[in-house]
């Protein structure tokens, strides 16, 4: 099997930051790219960030570019999520995942395979 575990959520006040982390374990699989995603209540699961598991491409939704980053750990099997500038807005929970396959385009959550539980991330305005 394969798992994700997230960590790293938590309160925070807003304009403040917070990194949330990845692992991935069990058995190996080949992995396209990893990402993260977001659901707040009431709200659909949106698409956050994204990065290719061979080669530092990145991508970014709209509302999260120039405050969060993701990057990765290959020896750790890890990837993180550095949020910055938080918002209100950005509360929601946080949930990991693994794309196994090549995907075309914007990511979505139908490119995954694998998920994680997921951490909740809560911004104090």
């Known amino acids: 099997q394969v798992q994700l575990v997230e960590s790293g959520g938590g309160l925070v006040q807003a304009g403040g930051s917070l990194r949330l982390s990845c692992a991935a374990s069990g058995r190996t699989f080949s992995k396209y790219a990893m990402g993260w995603f977001r659901q707040a209540p009431g709200k659909e699961r949106e698409f956050v960030a994204a990065?290719?598991?061979?080669?530092?491409?990145?991508y970014y939704a709209d509302a999260v570019t120039g405050r969060f980053t993701i990057y990765k750990d290959l020896a750790k099997n890890t990837v993180y999520l550095q949020m910055n500038s938080l918002k209100p807005e950005d509360t929601a929970q946080y949930y990991c995942?693994?794309?196994?396959?090549?995907?075309?385009?914007?990511?979505?959550?139908?490119?995954?395979?694998?998920w994680g539980q997921g951490t909740q991330v809560t911004v104090a305005s």
């Open positions: 995942a693994a794309a196994s396959r090549s995907y075309s385009g914007s990511p979505t959550s139908r490119d995954f395979d694998y």
């Open positions: 990065i290719r598991w061979k080669f530092d491409i990145t």
